[in-house]
C-alpha cells in the first residue's frame, strides 16, 4: 500500500540507507530487521552446522552449543537470531552451499571428527534474511566465508549479491571454469535469463559468466559433491 512503502521510505531515511530500486520480500524484511521489526520471522529460518553462539546477555547460547556437541544440523528462525549478539564458527571459516541436498550429502559423508572440526551453513537458494543475519554475525565475528552455488545465471547473482555485501570476507569455493565443466548437465538455460548474466558486477565471476554464455547448459551442486567432500577433507584449498 501507499502507507506501506512511505513507512520504508522513512525507515531507509533515519537509518541512511538507499531505497532500493525495487524491493524483493527478503529486501523488505532486510529493511525492516534493521528497525528492529520482525517480518515472519518463526518461518524464516536458516540451517547451520558446527556454530555456537553468544546471547545479547552475553551467555552461551545452550541450543547451538547442545546441536554442536550432538553434530547435528541446527534450523534457526529469525525469531531466535533477534536474541543472538554473536556467532562463532569452528576456526573462524563457515563453508556455505546453496543446495540442502549437497549440504546433507557433505555431513553424510564425513566422519565425526572431521565434522567436529567445520562449520557449515545452507543458503537453500535465494538466502532468507535468517542466512543474511546469520553470515552478518559472523563477519562481525571475523568470519571467513567460503561460499558455493549452483552454476546457472540465478545462482552467479546469488553470489554477486552475497560478494558485494561481504567483500573480502568472502572467497568463491569451487566456483570456476573448470568446475562448471564437471558440474554441468544437459539442461539448457533459456535466453532470457541468460540475459541476467550482464547485472553480475563481481569481476570473479566474469569468466566463469562468458563460460554460461557460450555453453548455456546449467552445472548443478550435486554433480561436484565428491569435490566438496574432497576439499573439507583435507582443507587443501584453504
Known amino acids: 500500500s501507499e502507507a506501506d512503502r512511505l513507512f520504508t521510505y522513512g525507515i531507509c531515511h533515519v537509518l541512511e540507507i538507499p531505497y532500493p530500486d525495487s524491493i524483493r520480500a527478503e529486501k523488505k524484511a532486510e529493511i525492516l530487521y534493521e528497525a528492529g521489526l520482525l517480518i515472519d520471522e518463526v518461518s524464516n529460518f536458516t540451517v547451520s552446522y558446527g556454530l555456537e553462539a553468544a546471547t545479547r546477555k552475553g551467555e552461551v547460547h545452550r541450543g547451538f552449543l547442545e546441536f554442536k556437541k550432538m553434530q547435528e544440523p541446527l534450523q534457526v528462525a529469525l525469531a531466535n537470531l533477534s536474541g543472538i549478539s554473536a556467532i562463532k ?7 556455505v552451499v546453496e543446495n540442502p541436498a549437497v549440504f546433507a550429502g557433505i555431513l553424510d559423508s564425513l566422519s565425526a571428527e572431521r565434522k567436529g572440526a567445520i562449520s557449515l551453513l545452507c543458503s537453500n537458494g535465494q538466502p532468507r534474511l535468517a542466512s543474511i543475519v546469520t553470515l552478518d554475525l559472523l563477519v562481525k565475528n571475523h568470519t571467513k566465508i567460503l561460499y558455493s552455488g549452483d552454476f546457472d545465471p540465478e545462482g552467479l547473482l546469488i553470489a554477486d549479491r552475497l560478494k558485494s555485501r561481504y567483500g573480502d570476507n568472502l572467497e ?3 566456483f570456476g571454469k573448470e568446475d562448471y565443466r564437471l558440474a554441468k548437465s544437459k539442461k539448457p538455460i533459456p535466453s532470457g535469463s541468460l540475459q541476467k548474466l550482464k ?8 569468466d566463469l559468466a562468458s563460460c554460461l554464455e557460450m555453453d548455456q547448459r546449467a552445472g548443478y551442486q550435486e554433480n561436484i559433491l565428491e569435490l566438496y567432500i574432497r576439499d573439507l577433507l583435507n582443507h587443501c584449498c584453504f
Open 89 to 95: 564458527a569452528e576456526s573462524d571459516m563457515v563453508f
Open 172 to 174: 568463491f569455493w569451487r
Open 199 to 206: 547485472k553480475l558486477a563481481s569481476p570473479d565471476l566474469k
